[in-house]
């Protein structure tokens, strides 16, 4: 068990409630809102407990509305919890102290931290003096950035003339600057066509190789999940469903397995084996429980000429979306 | 790792890129100078008008009411170079959720809003506003002495001082009033009464503006110390009400840091 | 129009959830008549009570009804447009059926009702502080909800076909601060037109300013004969009429510039 003080980021029942005003319909209403406001409690995360260990990439996973961002403001020091405590290298974050905001890097896809008027190489130069960052190391972390990404170019150019995924390039060159060593990221790559985000990956995932840096990333993308993260915690209505590696993911949320199969003479009556979510005349794929993977794939072989098989996870997509539509979260046993 | 800028050096440093930044744009100049010169001629058409009706307004002479609408002017351009603009992005961070960045640097946030935009074209207000102080100071045919144009100096001084303080502690308070771009109109509605000495209005309007927003001591004290209405004296209270309009806006600040909580999630 | 009810309802809707924004904006609207009024009062004090025409309690009467003719003078602003084609909003609106000019329209007509709610503790203190003189009669009133209305769709039409300059160059701001300048002298904002220089209010008279400004105001406070209002309650119409074939051909021909130039 590593030493406390070494661990990143500890967070133990962390909780926060906001409270928000009830929306007024109707005209009658809305005249009587003048002289009395009505609020209500929503517990936008409820006693959540993680840690981070140093160098780790972990996923952040939920639906809208389940109190992601909330953790990560206030885990940034954005937002004062309602109860529970968080640790951010040894610092309380919402204490704001310099040296801990020296040390960490905050990126939110789709929203410009740089200077909208500014050329990027000028956001750079303020970032130099606000964060400290020596002449030299600065020169070298920005020419290493900018060729790796391939922005010399526009790094002249007003933020404002860049595309989104130029901007995002710009932002996050301009977060790792001063080498942070946690590093939240709030969907970075939302919005940005396959290759950017491909761009962005491999970058952030060479800085975390390099550095050894901890990561925090929160994603709808499953494709940053399942490249960047070795491990996933899923949060939802504030709470945590699941806290683990990647893998297990579809083991405890999903109860059934997808069966592949190519083969010209398949039988007609595939339905009665599993679902069927695929058929074509020499392929066809079948959703099964765990437990009757062998049996079927075994009954597939005997009675068909079968050339291909395999036996795949459900899809994440799937998994996750299951997760978050069903009621407790828990394996989704329910067949068709 | 070095030590992180101090305040001065981020200032300039912001300065610089600002100012460099807005040179390529020299038809602003133009655009400004347009407009600074029409605000400027309604308020001499205003004060045309008055002096076509009478010789004493309230015991001001036109040529003391001039020094008046100049300072109005001058720390008007102030306003709109260095304070309005950073208002301005305050407001749009907090609506977009962007403050979120300001709050995560290792940097005191009400500086970092507080300098980090810049209107250059605004300092032709500034330079008008000093062109018709000199104007009335000739007008009246005051002499004033190195010592008066010190205390004036300082007097502006502190008037900067002041109407940021304002500005900064209105805008903060509206944090929570999302959509509160008229905010900034309603401030512009208000620097209006001091376009006019405030020994004029009604007692409640003079004292609104001496204590609860004390325009008073930003523009009518400055033009009364070159105009030699009043005594160097005088400067002592402007410094006071200074100091304690910084004090409160950086109050008000830190409040409005705890309670911010951004406009979504 | 149908639309024209919910339209104006939502207008109201939106406006009240801002209830502070409201009372701030009247709030700061109470200052610059408060401003010219004492500013003028004493003037008139200095001259023996009276200047042009018009005594202290006219002057009191003029300012406070200025308040509210302010309240109605509101229209979308020609800055906005260049923040819509900026930010790509204008193509919400031109894929919708109904032109925006109806939606801006009805959205601030809506919110007329909510800020001139208001208005009215306001109007009260400002009467209470100041001794504002009336001349009353049912015409006034009537002739004074007309031609606030009036005023309204005069001013709005103007600052919408004034905003169409945007499409054209980024620097509107500039020719809308002229206009504002204009108006703030042609208008009868600063002052009545009796008090300037008589080639200012013979300009004036050419112009649709005044028809947004002074003429509500001088109907409700009395100053104006029952022909009078309504000759400028014609001159309303006439304006309305003229702005809006002004827009309407400017607006065609930005649109299809929008549509070659693009975002």
Redesign the interface.
């Known amino acids: 068990m590593a030493n406390p003080l070494d661990i990143p980021v500890v967070v133990d029942a962390l909780s926060k409630t906001?409270k928000v005003p009830v929306r007024e319909a109707g005209?009658g209403q809305?005249?009587m809102?003048?002289f009395k406001r009505e609020f209500r409690d929503v517990e936008?995360v409820k006693e959540i407990r993680f840690t981070l260990d140093a160098g780790e990439i972990v996923g952040f996973l939920g639906p809208n509305g389940a109190g992601k961002?909330?953790t990560i403001?206030m885990l940034?020091?954005?937002?004062?919890p309602t109860a529970g405590t968080a640790r951010v290298l040894g610092h309380e974050p919402w204490r704001?102290e310099?040296?801990l905001?020296?040390r960490?890097?905050?990126v939110?896809g789709q929203?410009?931290?740089l200077?909208w008027?500014?050329?990027a190489v000028?956001s750079f130069?303020?970032n130099k003096?606000?964060?400290?960052?020596?002449e030299d190391v600065f020169q070298k972390r920005k020419g290493e950035y900018i060729e790796i990404l391939d922005v010399a170019d526009i790094a002249t150019k007003?933020i404002r003339n860049l595309s989104l995924g130029e901007r995002m390039k710009m932002e996050i060159v301009a977060a790792l600057l001063h080498g942070p060593e946690v590093l939240f990221l709030d969907e970075p790559t939302i919005g940005l066509d396959v290759t950017m985000q491909r761009r962005l990956r491999q970058f952030i995932l060479d800085y975390n190789a390099q550095n050894g840096a901890t990561v925090l990333l929160t994603s709808h993308y499953m494709a940053d999940v399942s490249a960047m993260v070795s491990r996933v915690v899923v949060i939802d209505h504030g709470s945590i469903l699941y806290d683990g590696p990647l893998a297990g993911l579809s083991d405890r949320f999903s109860a059934h397995k997808t069966i592949r199969v190519e083969a010209t003479d398949l039988p007609e009556d595939l339905g009665q084996l599993g679902r069927v979510l695929e058929r074509n005349p020499a392929r066809a794929s079948i959703e099964v429980r765990r437990e009757d993977v062998s049996t079927v794939a075994g009954h597939l072989l005997a009675v068909a000429t079968v050339t291909d098989l395999a036996i795949e996870e459900t899809p994440l997509e799937d998994v996750i979306d299951r997760v978050f539509t069903s009621e407790s979260g828990g394996s989704d046993d329910t067949q068709n | 790792m070095s030590r992180p800028a101090g305040p001065i050096h981020l200032a300039r440093l912001h300065f610089k890129l600002g100012t460099l930044n807005e040179l390529q744009y020299r038809v602003n100049f133009w655009v400004q100078l347009l407009n600074s010169a029409l605000n400027l001629a309604t308020g001499l058409i205003a004060i045309a008008v008055v002096y076509n009706q009478t010789d004493s307004l309230g015991g001001w002479t036109s040529g003391q009411l001039l020094a008046v609408l100049g300072v109005h002017v001058l720390i008007g351009g102030f306003l709109k170079t260095f304070v309005v603009p950073n208002m301005w992005s305050l407001i749009r961070d907090v609506q977009e959720g962007t403050l979120d960045y300001t709050l995560t640097r290792p940097v005191d946030s009400q500086l970092i809003v507080s300098i980090r935009q810049i209107n250059i074209w605004s300092l032709i207000d500034v330079a008008l506003g000093v062109g018709v102080v000199a104007w009335a100071v000739t007008d009246i045919q005051a002499d004033p002495s190195a010592g008066d144009l010190i205390a004036f100096f300082v007097a502006l001084l502190c008037g900067a001082a002041i109407v940021y303080a304002i500005w900064l502690t209105a805008v903060t308070i509206a944090f929570k009033a999302v959509d509160i771009g008229d905010l900034m109109q309603i401030l512009n509605g208000v620097y209006e009464a001091g376009r006019w000495p405030v020994t004029i209005y009604p007692l409640w309007l003079r004292g609104s503006l001496t204590v609860v927003i004390p325009l008073a001591f930003a523009i009518t004290v400055p033009a009364e110390i070159i105009s030699e209405r009043i005594e160097g004296w005088w400067l002592i209270a402007a410094l006071g009400v200074a100091s304690a309009a910084l004090a409160v806006s950086r109050l008000i600040w830190k409040w409005g840091i705890r309670n911010y909580s951004g406009a979504s999630a | 129009m149908r639309y024209y009810r919910a339209g104006m309802r939502i207008g109201f809707q939106r406006e009240i959830q801002y209830r502070v924004r409201a009372f701030l904006m009247l709030f700061g609207f109470m200052i610059e008549p408060t401003i010219y009024l004492v500013v003028w009062t004493s003037v008139a004090d200095a001259q023996g009570g009276e200047i042009a025409g018009l005594t202290t309690g006219t002057l009191a009467a003029y300012y406070i009804v200025w308040t509210l003719v302010r309240v109605y003078n509101l229209a979308y602003a020609p800055d906005a447009w260049e923040w819509r084609i900026r930010e790509g909003r204008l193509n919400e609106f031109l894929s919708q059926p109904i032109h925006p000019f109806h939606r801006d329209f009805t959205f601030f007509a809506g919110a007329k009702f909510v800020w001139t709610l208001a208005w009215i503790p306001v109007a009260v203190f400002l009467t209470l502080i100041f001794d504002p003189v009336f001349d009353w009669a049912v015409i006034n009133v009537v002739g004074f909800v007309i031609a606030l209305w009036g005023g309204f769709i005069v001013r709005f039409l103007m600052l919408y076909a004034l905003g169409m300059i945007n499409f054209w160059t980024t620097r509107g701001s500039a020719i809308f601060g002229i206009f504002i300048a204009s108006e703030l002298v042609l208008s009868g904002r600063l002052v009545p037109l009796e008090l300037m220089p008589q080639w200012i209010s013979d300009i004036a008279a050419w112009l649709p300013f005044k028809w947004t400004f002074q003429f509500p105001i001088d109907t409700f406070i009395g100053r104006l004969s029952p022909q009078e209002i309504v000759s400028g309650i014609g001159f309303q119409a006439f304006w309305s009429i003229v702005l809006g074939l002004v827009f309407v051909l400017v607006w065609n021909r930005a649109i299809r510039r929008y549509g070659a130039v693009g975002n």
Do not use: C
């Not at chain 1, 940034?76 to 004062?80: A, D, I, R, S, V």
């Open positions: 906001f005209l809305s005249v809102s003048l936008a961002t909330t403001k940034t020091g954005l937002l004062f704001r310099k040296e905001l020296r960490i890097a905050l939110m929203r410009n931290n200077a008027d500014l050329p000028d130069e303020l003096a606000i964060y400290g960052i020596p007003p």
